[in-house]
């Protein structure tokens, strides 16, 4: 017992989330996710897992029967993604062009993988040859692979990937958190076995459900490392030789959980379900393709407008994904300061850097619901006062001009 008084309720402040992920939320995902919870084996619920596996089918753009969500943030479909297919020894190999490869790297170690690395600079991809080297070279059962990387805002090419892989009979995962909704991505046509996302970025909810999608060759991977007993595989055994070091994580248990069996395994995170299934559902209606074209415009407005700020844009801009950039701070202005006058007397929020990058770029991002005009044009006069504030010589007004020329389609 304390006597500390109780806080009133819940009631965040006006913001503008224009950062690397969380993104503000479609209204109508916060709408879903309030409403009446029902029981774990309700009719209700089973149509709405099952809608919600169809609807990921269509974002995810695959017919992969072992489509669903995995309970937890993005890293939560990493990792189960990760210590399912990996079995103790295998040989992994991790591409790293930013902050992302390495927890790739770091999940793969746990899971007692032998985790071989290759790196390129922050703010560059790689070339598929080079990927194709490195698989002749180490021979590893699993290519583990980010899509984009919010880290550096950098973009791996996918699609030549999957016919590397398939050639050297290597298992193809990727990270799509940061990508999928926003940019193109063809899971069945780029050959991928397993991808995980969140639904922070494009697919605008809040953190807390992980979208996955896995090939028949990856479900095979899964059943195979069940126990046999009486001639049945028994899920989720751990005395199996081979048995995944995980109960929450073990995909084979929770696809037995989302399929016909419906055997029990964790009880589905309800109101995340209802939200995830409107990410889809509103990314489906407005359409995919048009859904990724918003982003794409959004992006190259905001793009254009920084750059009429005079701010230089990080990286290899031809790799950026459509959905958040990073720029350089320009010289004497505190990268911190600004963005806290941005929060502060905007209610703008824009993202900071780690690693190589920190205290040298800002990354913006125009994600999800916020990839709208006036999303992109409220922040960049706001970031014109500030940057004016702190002595840079910006052209008044533009930024706002620059990316108002891109919506009308002059640029
Ligand atoms: C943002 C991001 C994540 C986030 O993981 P969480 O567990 O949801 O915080 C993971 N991977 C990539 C590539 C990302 O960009």
Redesign the pocket.
């Known amino acids: 017992m304390t006597d500390a008084p109780i806080p009133g309720p819940i009631d965040p402040p006006a913001r503008l989330l224009m950062g690397?992920?969380p993104i503000s939320a479609y209204p109508s995902v916060l709408r879903a996710m309030s409403a009446p919870l029902v029981g774990q084996y309700d009719p209700f619920m089973t149509t709405t897992m099952v809608e919600t596996q169809q609807l990921y089918r269509g974002v995810w753009a695959t017919s992969n029967e072992a489509t669903l969500l995995v309970d937890g943030?993005?890293?939560?479909g990493?990792e189960a993604a990760l210590v399912s297919l990996i079995r103790p020894g295998d040989r992994v190999l991790v591409p790293i062009f930013g902050r992302?490869g390495h927890?790739l790297a770091e999940i793969a170690e746990r899971a007692m993988a032998e985790v071989h690395t290759i790196e390129t600079e922050w703010g560059q991809v790689f070339p598929p040859s080079v990927i194709e080297e490195a698989i002749v070279r180490v021979r590893p059962s699993l290519l583990a692979l980010?899509h984009?990387?919010?880290s550096t805002t950098m973009m791996q090419p996918l699609d030549e990937i999957g016919a590397v892989c398939a050639r050297h009979g290597v298992l193809f995962y990727t990270?799509a958190?940061?990508s999928l909704g926003g940019n193109e991505f063809e899971t069945d046509a780029w050959g991928l076995d397993a991808a995980t996302a969140?639904l922070?970025?494009c697919l605008g909810g809040p953190?807390g459900s992980a979208p996955i999608t896995l090939s028949s060759r990856a479900v095979e991977i899964l059943q195979s490392r069940k126990k046999i007993e009486a001639g049945i595989r028994e899920p989720g055994d751990p005395s199996a030789p081979d048995a995944v070091r995980s109960n929450y994580f073990d995909l084979g248990m929770i696809l037995d959980y989302w399929g016909p069996r419906r055997l029990n395994h964790h009880t589905e995170a309800t109101s995340m379900l209802y939200g995830a299934r409107e990410c889809a559902r509103v990314m489906l209606l407005e359409g995919r393709s048009a859904v990724i074209a918003r982003h794409e415009r959004a992006g190259r407005a905001m793009l254009e407008g920084l750059r009429a700020l005079g701010l230089a844009v990080f990286g290899d801009v031809a790799h950026k994904m459509n959905n958040v950039v990073a720029v350089e701070i320009p010289d004497g202005v505190p990268g911190d300061v600004a963005r806290a006058a941005l929060l502060e007397d905007f209610g703008i929020e824009i993202g900071t850097s780690f690693g190589p990058l920190h205290g040298r770029v800002w990354r913006i991002g125009t994600m999800g619901y916020n990839a709208r005009k006036d999303a992109v044009l409220t922040t960049l006069a706001a970031l014109e006062a500030v940057l004016m504030r702190h002595g840079v010589a910006v052209p008044a007004g533009g930024g706002v001009e620059a990316a108002t020329a891109v919506y009308a389609g002059a640029v």
């Open positions: 690397p992920g943030t993005s890293r939560a990493i992302f927890l980010v984009g990387d919010t990270d958190t940061a969140g922070q970025k953190s």
